[in-house]
Antibody, heavy 114, light 112 residues
Framework: QVQLKETGPGLVQPTQTLSITCTVS????????MQWVRQTPGKGLEWMGF???????EYNSEFKSRLSISRDTSKNQVFLKMNSLKTEDTGVYYC????????WGQGASVTVSS | DIVMTQAPLSVSVTPGESASISCRSS???????????VYWYLQKPGKSPQLLIY???NLASGVPDRFSGSGSETDFTLKISRVEAEDVGIYYC?????????FGSGTKLEIK
């Protein structure tokens, strides 16, 4: 059974760094791309980037300068780190499997506020 | 960036009737390999998005055949036949042709 679950801090202060972990089960990270998509009140669904099955990454230039995606295949985890947070980064952050995003986690809600 | 424009913003449907949702891309989504990289997702209330249709017209696993996708290089339609109460939610089209992947702003389907 394919499962994805995001865990994050909930509340982050402006200018700080956001770290979210996506833990997966039922499939191997070495066989699938893993995507990150966020949903914000201002912009709706926004694709952030992905990590390929081989481990290379690609980012939306909108976030490129402050976003990093990595993984630990031994722990079946994918990581999102984004620095210099602003209030507009408030939203729900999802990890999704494969290029087509055929399975999604339940999302990690993030509020950026002081 | 490729802009995905959806219409209508919302649609209200009587159970058992059909509904159509339109999506237009600002650039052709037809790749030279013959595949059209438009996808449809449904976000049910309080849930994560789920894949409905991939590559314009292919039904994702577990999706009822009441759903169908069609279109051309830039104009696409999601049709829901015999709408049921469980179909309520927000429908998004997305293009997975090129970086950055982009989504439409969504169409909310309600039941009358």
């Amino acid at each position: 059974q394919v499962q994805l679950k995001e865990t994050g801090p909930g509340l982050v202060q402006p200018t700080q760094t956001l770290s979210i972990t996506c833990t997966v089960s039922g499939f191997s990270l070495t066989s699938y791309y893993m995507q990150w998509v966020r949903q914000t009140p201002g912009k709706g669904l926004e694709w952030m980037g992905f990590i390929r099955s081989g481990g290379s990454t690609e980012y939306n230039s909108e976030f490129k300068s402050r976003l990093s995606i990595s993984r630990d295949t031994s722990k079946n985890q994918v990581f999102l780190k984004m620095n210099s947070l602003k209030t507009e980064d408030t939203g729900v952050y999802y990890c999704a499997r494969d290029w087509v995003m055929d399975a999604w986690g339940q999302g990690a809600s993030v509020t950026v506020s002081s | 960036d490729i802009v995905m424009t959806q219409a209508p913003l919302s649609v209200s449907v009587t159970p058992g009737e059909s509904a159509s949702i339109s999506c237009r891309s600002s650039k052709s989504l037809l790749h030279s390999n013959g595949i059209t990289y438009v996808y449809w997702y449904l976000q049910k209330p309080g849930k994560s998005p789920q894949l409905l249709i991939y590559r314009m017209s292919n039904l994702a696993s577990g999706v009822p055949d009441r759903f169908s996708g069609s279109g051309s290089e830039t104009d696409f339609t999601l049709k829901i036949s015999r709408v049921e109460a469980e179909d309520v939610g927000i429908y998004y089209c997305g293009q997975l042709l090129e970086n950055p992947l982009t989504f439409g702003s969504g169409t909310k389907l309600e039941i009358k």
